[in-house]
């Protein structure tokens, strides 16, 4: 039999539920010719310096020869497929080629959970957006005996989709990497290329805008000597790694603000792999740089705590009572992908009335447009208290839900100070002035 034949049939089986069989599929094992006996279960791979076979699903004791190249693994996760259709996966739809291991997560994740309810997902699998689409209908599970609809999911559902997605930790071993050759070094030709790059911005460096096109430069030169490299588009290239770590190994530190706010940031064109500037402001700017992030973290994890405190207080009298306090003002926003799930739950003005938007809505439909939403700025209940409707229906069963989201600002102000101690990314962008100041 051959290889992709074979894997039809075994995932059938759910060979996959087997972590075994998986390791079995994508890397070389060696193990003693009878040892497959300990555990003959059907479609079991065995490898032997001759090439591969796999336990008989009808004789435990019969191995069946297939038709792969020894010495080199059976499927790789990146390999493509041939044309799959539902016999393949219960939730193809149409026709798709796609990846062995886009075929064998979905397998895992999305036809244990679901069966053929969600439908086949090629390419990158994105948590976020799948738990977006199974929220809009997320129900209860029936009763045992109930007849179960297919055009909604589960809670029991969604707990064996989760479940196995932890399961798929344990495959990171085998499908991340964790170094290349070309990954471990600065990019070839990095020493004459920022040479070139120092001499055309000789002087210039000090000013931002023009240090965020140096720096950009030297991570297109490192990008384009990584495209080819199998660690690229991976986890451990991930735009965090490539902006800020790896800059800072390989291509240079940038700017550094060290222990004083408010100050021009010195501007080290040293990479770490160069060694320590000779340059005495330089190497103070450096050696602060390494001692800033520790002492800030504690500074800023101080200064959030007293933070959360007065923003509580400030509306630690306010209550959520009224239902409807029959405004017909609002405040203008312009929702970005950043924010515009915020907009759920939130009424914005239709122009003859006040429209909520439900959880259930398709929110980016709005995205980029100045719509009026419903707030607390405008509400004209009297004394300390705020109506559910421009509270928001986030908060409108809870009458003390302003502290919620008071805390909530103190949090997100918290965490944007101790991100920033993590390093951040000199770049330049289009400043939208009405986007910004709503």
Known sequence: MDRWHYLKDALQARCYKRIGWIIAAVSLTQEGPQDYLQDPYPYRLVQSPTGYSYVAPDEPTRLVPLTAVAGQPLFQFLEETPELDASWCPNITAPVVTKFGNLLVNWICLVEAFGAKYPFVTGKFKIGAIETTLAKTLTDTPEIGATRQNDVFYVDEMLVFAKNLNFLEALSPLCVYAATPKNIVAPAGRDAFKAQLLKEYEGQLNDPTTLAAFEKALKEYDAAWLKDDPSNNSILMSSKVTDIARKSMYLTLGSNQGFEEGKMPTVVPNALDEGWPTDPVQYSAMINNARAASYSRAKETQKGGTMAKVMVRSVGNFTIVEEDCGT??????????????????????????????????????????????????????????????????????????????????????LLMALKARHGSVLSTTRYDVQTQLT
């Open 328 to 413: 017909l003002r609002g405040l203008p926003r312009t929702f970005t992908k950043v924010d515009i799930q915020q907009l759920s739950g939130r009424a914005i003005w239709t122009g003859s009335g006040w429209q909520v938007i439900l959880p259930t809505d398709d929110v980016m439909r709005y995205l980029g447009q100045r719509v009026t939403v419903r707030s607390p700025m405008y509400c004209r209940s009297l004394k300390d208290t705020i109506c559910k409707a421009c509270a928001g229906m986030r908060l409108a069963d809870n009458p003390q839900g302003l502290s919620n989201a008071a805390l909530e600002i103190s949090s997100t102000i």
